[in-house]
């Protein structure tokens, strides 16, 4: 099992689109192993596949408290949703950084586990707002994109200059 490299905003391959897992084999295991070091290492709450630049649908999630209760969703859709909560989020790809986004309290949702095995689940709280943002993650859509065009600027510019940072300092190193 090895941790994968966390893409960080504004790299553009957050915003490309996932495509449909076909073939239920090996491979597939092993990213899902891969993602789960990844996500518990980082450590987060929950990791979609753009976001360590694979682009088969995959979103691994574990919200309990006792980072036991791994859940495993492949070719993820929302069926139902319902209410409305607003929770402070964070995102592996935005270190640091955190913001309130509205979303559904309470989702209806069909995905497939690492076996191929198609299940439906009802999920609430905090693990249904970190399964609509790993889902958005899956179709290139960031939590930023959900706040007012002044705060998504704000932050687009702080990573964008801690991106320019980082290259010079690369290059100082490689200099
Ligand atoms: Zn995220």
Redesign the pocket.
């Given at each position: 099992m090895a941790a994968l490299d966390i893409l960080i905003y504004p790299d553009p391959r957050l915003r490309r689109v996932a495509t449909p897992v076909v073939a239920f084999d090996a491979e597939i295991k092993r990213i899902v192993n891969d993602m789960a070091t990844t996500m518990y290492e980082a450590p987060?709450i929950?990791?979609?596949s753009i976001?360590v630049g694979i682009r088969h649908s995959i979103i691994v999630i574990d919200v309990s408290q006792e980072l036991q209760d791994l859940k495993v969703l492949i070719n993820p859709e929302i069926l139902e949703s319902e209410g409305e909560q607003t929770v402070e989020?964070?995102?592996?790809?935005?270190p640091g950084y955190f913001a309130r986004v509205n979303r559904a309290e309470w989702i209806r949702f069909r995905a497939h586990n690492e076996h191929g095995e198609c299940y439906e689940a009802e999920a609430d709280g905090l693990y249904a707002v970190c399964i609509q943002?790993?889902i958005?993650?899956l179709s290139g859509k960031?939590?930023t994109d959900y706040l007012s065009r002044l705060k998504r600027q704000r932050v687009s510019r702080q990573f964008e200059k801690a991106a320019r940072n980082r290259q010079r300092e690369l290059a100082r190193q490689a200099g």
């Amino acid at each position: 099992m090895a941790a994968l490299d966390i893409l960080i905003y504004p790299d553009p391959r957050l915003r490309r689109v996932a495509t449909p897992v076909v073939a239920f084999d090996a491979e597939i295991k092993r990213i899902v192993n891969d993602m789960a070091t990844t996500m518990y290492e980082a450590p987060g709450i929950g990791l979609a596949s753009i976001q360590v630049g694979i682009r088969h649908s995959i979103i691994v999630i574990d919200v309990s408290q006792e980072l036991q209760d791994l859940k495993v969703l492949i070719n993820p859709e929302i069926l139902e949703s319902e209410g409305e909560q607003t929770v402070e989020e964070g995102c592996l790809s935005f270190p640091g950084y955190f913001a309130r986004v509205n979303r559904a309290e309470w989702i209806r949702f069909r995905a497939h586990n690492e076996h191929g095995e198609c299940y439906e689940a009802e999920a609430d709280g905090l693990y249904a707002v970190c399964i609509q943002h790993e889902i958005d993650h899956l179709s290139g859509k960031l939590f930023t994109d959900y706040l007012s065009r002044l705060k998504r600027q704000r932050v687009s510019r702080q990573f964008e200059k801690a991106a320019r940072n980082r290259q010079r300092e690369l290059a100082r190193q490689a200099g």
